[in-house]
């Protein structure tokens, strides 16, 4: 009897399909990461605020605060799929109702992390607080569009 030969691409295809599917997220799930990830954004924001206005001494970790809201900023508006626009969400329905301007302001959001993110790789201190309230202002707009308002 002869051993069939299973080709490396089909094994290849085969596990991605099986892993595509095991690895689906639910949208509460979906919904619990966006609220961490948003959080952790908020945390870097005041944490690189803090450095950036004298208010506390850890220069030294300020690329590091600002790597991590590039990193968050990268992707922000597939954090809002289709179908996780229910539940305990500060994301207005305007997220998805007009989800091009959405995708704008995601757009700002990530190209104001990445110019503070330059200037602060440039060691170019006296920018620091102009490219930081750019982003904190682009954050600021979004929010004021396409979250909740606070009770």
Known sequence: ????RIRPSILLVSACLIAGTAFAAE??????YRQ????SQGAHMAAAAAII????????QLGDHVKALQATSKNVA???PKDSDFGDTKASDAVWKNNTEFQKYAMDVRAKADALAKAVAANDTRNYGARLKE???????????FRKEEK
Do not use: R, T, W
């Not at 009897?1 to 069939?4: D, E, F, L, R, T």
């Not at 206005?53 to 030294?60: C, E, F, L, P, R």
């Not at 982003?135 to 569009?145: Q, R």
């Open 53 to 60: 206005q004298g208010k506390v001494d850890y220069k030294g």
């Open 27 to 32: 949208p509460e799930d979906i919904i619990k």
């Open 36 to 39: 961490d990830v948003m959080k």
């Open 78 to 80: 597939s954090l809002f």
């Open 1 to 4: 009897m002869k051993h069939a």
């Open 135 to 145: 982003l904190s202002d682009s954050c600021k707009g979004c929010h004021k569009d």
